[in-house]
């Protein structure tokens, strides 16, 4: 194994579903592949708990679990993290459903039953998109070019202007780049999970 594998992160998911036999099935199924770290909730009050402590990659959320409504919970995901990936499954599978599902701004949806490889496939797409499993340094990274990116355009700041207002290379650089922005360094890797 390479040092670059060796660095790769497990994608750390999170699946919410009432039946414990497809939460045991996941589970039991990605843990053997290699990839993922998995933990499973049978509500939705045990998955915003867990997520307090330590942010999943992804969210897999069953949209119908008796009381609770699948929208509901995923509402209050993308309220309190905005980029998170959510794949949203169920057993009740509607095109009325589908499109409320991604009005609300989740990666995928898919209808139980699924292959393993519709879930498969769905998940590297996720990973893909989302640069998930890349080492630490790569993910910093992408979200620090992003979040500069965005604080470029907030300043209507070309490469060029920013350039010409710092002008030091690697750490000093994100320490010069927060101050022409009046940020601090520490509130912008933590507004991306660092």
């Known amino acids: 194994m390479s040092e670059v594998e ?51 990659d992804i969210v897999l959320v069953d949209m119908k679990m008796g009381s609770t409504s699948g929208e509901t919970v995923v509402e209050g995901l993308l309220s309190q993290w905005p980029d998170l990936c959510i794949i949203v499954v169920t057993g009740y599978p509607s095109l009325e459903s589908m499109r409320a599902t991604f009005k609300l701004r989740v990666f995928d949806y ?55 207002s710092t002008n030091l290379p690697s750490v000093e650089s994100l320490v010069a780049i927060c101050r022409a922005f009046d940020r601090r360094p520490s509130d912008l890797l933590a507004s991306f999970g660092f």
Do not use: C
């Open 6 to 56: 060796a660095e790769q992160e497990l994608v750390e998911l999170a699946v919410l579903d009432d039946d414990s036999d497809f939460r045991n099935y996941i589970e039991d199924l990605l843990r053997d592949e290699g990839t993922y770290s998995v933990r499973s909730f049978a509500t939705a009050d045990q998955l915003f708990s867990s997520m307090q402590a330590k942010l999943p």
């Open 110 to 164: 898919l209808a139980k039953p699924f292959s393993i490889q519709q879930l498969r496939q769905t998940l590297q797409n996720a990973i893909e998109q989302f640069g998930l499993g890349a080492t630490l340094q790569e993910r910093l990274r992408a979200r620090l070019g992003h979040s500069i990116k965005l604080m470029r355009v907030e300043r209507e700041w070309s490469l060029k202007d920013l350039a010409n």
